[in-house]
Nanobody, 117 residues
Framework: QVRLVESGGGLVQAGGSLRLSCAASGRVSSIESMGWLRQAPGQERELVARITSDGTTSYTDSVKGRFTITRDNAENMLYLQMNSLIAEDTSVYYC???????????WGEGTLVTVSS
């Protein structure tokens, strides 16, 4: 199993920045891709950014140019640098890891990001 713990959420004004962190533990050697998803009230969970084991990244269109996903394999950490935040970015952000060992996706409990306009 893989355990994920997010941190770094909070309240920020529009135009500001936040950096989310995700600490992975457990069977971390089995992690293939990792990502950040978000879910706003009444909406479906949305994949925001994803990074593969070789460092290839992808982003949903609404965050391209504003968010950056990075991964520190040595420290078993995942990050999401969020700049130029807008009210529509307000959501609970979840860290996700895909394990090639059991084919499962593991999730953290989420961290709330609130952007005030």
């Amino acid at each position: 199993q893989v355990r994920l713990v997010e941190s770094g959420g909070g309240l920020v004004q529009a135009g500001g920045s936040l950096r989310l962190s995700c600490a992975a533990s457990g069977r971390v050697s089995s992690i293939e891709s990792m990502g950040w998803l978000r879910q706003a009230p009444g909406q479906e969970r949305e994949l925001v950014a994803r990074i593969t084991s070789d460092g290839t990244t992808s982003y949903t269109d609404s965050v391209k140019g504003r968010f950056t996903i990075t991964r520190d394999n040595a420290e078993n950490m995942l990050y999401l640098q969020m700049n130029s935040l807008i009210a529509e970015d307000t959501s609970v952000y979840y860290c996700m890891a895909h394990s090639y060992y059991d084919g499962m996706n593991y999730w953290g409990e989420g961290t709330l990001v609130t952007v005030s306009s």
